[in-house]
């Protein structure tokens, strides 16, 4: 059964950083990609960025293009998303995906497992 866990989320001045981790385990996920998506009050939950764990090729949402960084361990089975010049606008509900690789990876649909979500929140 796959599982993913997130963590680091946390409270931090808008300018400042933040480091997201998700581990991940109960399959082997050479095909996989892995992404991150976010979700405020009111609004629909929205792709941040994707990483392909067998290549490392990662694609980005525009609106956190340049400041945010997505990497993967192999060895760990850990996904991390680093969170550079945050905006209030970042404050949101931060989830980890899985899903087998299968094109552009920024939509939800193409996810198949989801963690629980990691609250960031970013004050002004």
């Known amino acids: 059964q796959v599982r993913l866990v997130e963590s680091g989320g946390g409270l931090v001045q808008a300018g400042g950083s933040l480091g997201l981790s998700c581990a991940a385990s109960?399959?082997?996920?050479?095909?996989?990609?892995f992404g991150w998506f976010r979700q405020s009050p009111r609004k629909e939950r929205e792709f941040v960025a994707t990483?392909?764990?067998?290549?490392?090729?990662?694609y980005y949402a525009d609106s956190v293009k340049g400041r945010f960084t997505i990497s993967r361990d192999n060895a760990k089975k850990t996904v991390y998303l680093r969170m550079n010049s945050l905006k209030s606008d970042d404050t949101a509900v931060y989830y980890c995906?899985?899903?087998?690789?299968?094109?552009?990876?920024?939509?939800?649909?193409?996810?198949?497992?989801w963690g629980q979500g990691t609250q960031v929140t970013v004050s002004s």
């Open positions: 109960g399959r082997t996920f050479s095909t996989y990609a």
């Open positions: 995906a899985a899903g087998p690789a299968r094109g552009l990876m920024a939509m939800r649909s193409r996810y198949d497992y």
């Open positions: 990483v392909n764990w067998s290549d490392g090729s990662t």
